[in-house]
């Protein structure tokens, strides 16, 4: 049977779709096939945004509709026949599963005090435990920043604390733990203890086992109750006019009402703020414009100009010719009600935002002890390794690892916004390149933390002298001038390398936006090859399904000879060993054993032979085929005895054009995950990345990087 746990809340507006995703994620990263379940959905018609979010997380195959359970209507016309529906449908999810998050209801639709007692009801039928959310604010929605609501004191969580437990009691519910979400941050320790005081007095009946449940509290966080300006955008029925469409993901973080002469309005914009612009002061739009370009002022998140107004054409035309990214959008709405739907608008944790995403994991990693709820579930480690555990790990050692990485492409949006996500998780220090008036600029654009990185310019005078005097000594053998040098450094990867080479970072990871060459050729001449190692290579982290394989050399050497074949094993062996992989490796080729001849395949024979001269402790065959390497039943009957054939986990190719096609074959056939390309054999660790990388390879290959970096 599937372990199941149920998130619940007294009321609305708690945050506990941030709690449900910290759980979620804990859950994924344990167990192998984890869904989520909403018991009650808004409604028939309307799509629940936070059920989509966390189903695009979950590793279970589920669609949206098997995930709900029954709509707020279903209970308002027979609460015991939707009661009854609600059992059966999770009956359906459990069985598919290892785990499921159950989500409760969110007081949206017309939430009363029995609301609760209804979701105690279900808990108790499903046979889950209760997760409960308190909220530790009076109030909701954006206008808690303008003074319209207060934190809750540790007395008022305590009486809160005690109300919801007794109901939760009446209804045989049993409670697992109880989180304050969204607390005063300055008396987190004073609202632990209080709440803890309520869960003590509500008796062993409230408890998960012979310990009470414990209490976590999760400070309130405004960036994650503020509203994009795509939000402000619905609630006020604007339309995009200018801008970068892209920026409507940005939070705002205030409003700044500016209905009067534009020197007056500067000296009132705040950092993050959406500005509110009558359409028909055109002098006060263009000021709040050039203010946000000028950098002398903070940048805002947007401008709303209400009214309905129509630009005339030269301001429309000037608009044009500055070509600001900053959104701009047009409502018919009057100032009074623009800034009352700006004000009531909620923040949402939504797919479209990565930073809300980032920091609702950061502060429930932080302050929930996620091992110790896990083993109240009584979840053990799951046996398989899939590719979310994999990944999990990987982030997991390198936030241990605490190394320093330095990204060359700081002009790339990829590359500023893996940083934010790596920054928020604690995985690594980081060094940016790039001017950092523009690579800041650009960030604070895309709505980016990355206050907690360094950036360097690749031109910074004391850096660049130093580089160049250095890589003049390196090159002096090719007749390099420090002049020759002093141009070559400020080159990004050059710079980056230079940083590792005098420990300046603990490694490199390079490649959005340039070519694999461009990325190690500075390697090459700078960092080069540990001794005994005679090529630099590269392998491939495929984590399928249920395990996780190396293959090399997919992305570096064309066509090794038997040597360097060699070379290429004995590396990937111990870059597997590197992430708990434990290698038995296969040297591929068209045939197995003795069954074939010619000169590929005799290449592969002498490089197993070379490896077991040079590694007798490590498991290879070869030449061996594919199929025999990975299928149990084909190895024992193609290569019997051996202690590779069909349980290989290291797989080298003959050759790169081999290698590359199939690691492509498995990722877009399999549905394998590719981590990679991993560069192997270098002194420290530089690393390339696809110039198709997403915001995760890049996540995960500063990952891999740190705990290269922490191995050497």
């Known amino acids: ?40 959905a808004r409604s028939a018609v309307e799509r629940d945004y936070v059920l989509e979010l966390l189903l695009d997380r979950v590793s279970a195959d589920l669609t949206y509709e098997e995930a709900i359970g ?9 609460a015991d026949a939707a009661l009854g529906e609600i059992v059966r449908r999770f009956r359906a999810v459990e069985a598919r599963c290892d785990a499921v998050v159950i989500l409760g209801s969110d007081y949206t639709d017309v939430g009363s005090p029995t609301e609760l007692g209804y979701n105690a009801r279900i808990a108790a039928n499903l046979g889950a435990p209760v997760l409960l959310v308190l909220g530790g604010r009076i109030g909701q929605g954006f206008g808690e920043r303008l003074g319209q609501a207060d934190p809750r004191t540790p007395e008022d969580l305590r009486q809160l604390a005690e109300l919801a437990l007794a109901e939760l009691r009446d209804e045989h519910a049993g409670v697992v733990a109880v989180i304050a979400n969204r607390a005063d941050a300055d008396r987190l320790d004073e609202i632990v203890a209080a709440v803890a005081e309520a869960v003590a007095g509500a008796g062993t009946a409230v408890a998960s086992g012979p310990e009470l449940p414990p209490v976590w509290a999760i400070p309130e966080d405004a960036f994650l109750v503020a509203p994009s300006i795509r939000s402000i955008m619905e609630v006020t029925g604007a339309t995009l006019i200018g801008g970068d469409e892209e920026l409507l993901a940005r939070e705002a973080l205030g409003v700044v009402v500016a209905g009067m002469s534009m020197n007056h309005v500067l000296p009132r914009l705040v950092e993050g703020a959406v500005v ?55 409502t018919t709405l009057d100032t009074y009600e623009t800034v009352v739907r700006i004000t009531h608008a909620r923040g949402r944790l939504a ?12 502060l429930f990693e932080r302050f929930v002890d996620a091992d110790r709820l896990l083993a109240l579930l009584d979840v053990s480690r799951h046996q398989v390794v899939t590719p979310l555990m994999f990944e999990y790990d990987l982030i997991e050692r390198a936030r241990a690892a605490d190394k320093h990485i330095v990204l060359p492409e700081g002009e790339d949006d990829r590359i500023l916004r893996a940083a934010a996500t790596l920054l928020s998780r604690g995985v690594a220090r980081l060094t940016i390149l790039g001017e950092p008036f523009e690579v800041r600029s650009r960030a604070i654009e895309l709505g980016l933390d990355l206050s907690r990185a360094e950036v360097l310019s690749p031109f910074d005078d004391v850096l660049r002298l130093r580089f160049a005097n250095e890589y003049a000594k390196l090159r002096a053998h090719k007749g390099i001038t420090v002049d020759q040098a002093a141009d070559t450094v400020t080159d990004a990867s050059y710079f980056g390398t230079m940083m590792v080479h005098l420990g300046l970072a603990d490694g490199m990871v390079s490649g959005a936006a340039h070519t694999t060459a461009h990325t190690i050729r500075p390697a090459f001449e700078i960092i080069k090859t540990r001794p005994g190692v005679s090529v630099v290579s590269s392998v491939f982290l495929m984590a399928l399904a249920d395990r996780v394989l190396v293959y090399g050399d997919c992305a570096v050497v064309p066509d090794p000879t038997a040597e360097q074949l060699a070379d ?53 065959a070869g ?36 290698g590359n096609n199939t690691y492509k074959a498995v990722q877009r056939s399999a549905g394998a995950v590719a981590i990679g390309p991993v560069l192997q054999g270098l002194r420290k660790p530089i690393n390339d990345l696809s110039r198709g990388a997403t915001v995760d390879d890049i996540v995960d290959t500063v990952a891999i990087t740190a705990i290269q970096a922490a191995l050497s």
Request: aromatic share 6%; glycine share 8%.
């Open 568 to 620: 290429i094993a004995v590396s990937s062996a111990r870059t597997a060993e590197q992430f708990g992989i434990d290698p038995r490796v296969a040297m591929l080729s068209y045939s197995t054993g003795d069954s074939g001849a010619g000169a590929d395949v005799d290449k592969v024979r002498a490089a197993t032979e070379l490896v077991r001269e040079r590694e007798p402790q490590l498991a290879v």
């Open 623 to 658: 030449p061996i085929q594919y199929d025999a390497a990975a299928d149990a039943a084909v190895g024992a009957a193609k290569m019997p005895g051996s202690e590779v054939a069909g349980r290989a986990t290291v797989f080298i190719f003959p050759d790169l054009n081999t």
């Open 276 to 330: 509110v612009v009558p359409g028909d002061r055109t002098e006060v739009l263009l000021a709040v414009l050039m203010a946000n370009s000028s950098g002398t002022f903070p940048s805002i998140a947007g401008i709303v100009l209400n009214g309905g107004f129509d630009l005339p054409e030269p301001i429309e035309r000037l608009l044009s010719g500055l070509r600001s990214p900053l959104p701009i959008v047009r």
């Open 351 to 362: 797919a479209d935002s990565q930073r809300k995403y980032d920091t609702a994991l950061a």
């Open 1 to 40: 049977m599937a372990r199941s746990l149920y998130i619940t809340s007294a009321e609305g507006h708690t945050g506990k779709s941030t709690v449900a995703l910290g759980v979620l994620e804990s859950l994924r990263h344990s167990v192998g096939r984890v869904a989520v379940f909403r018991p009650i």
């Open 70 to 78: 029954v709509t707020y209507e279903d209970v308002h016309a027979d």
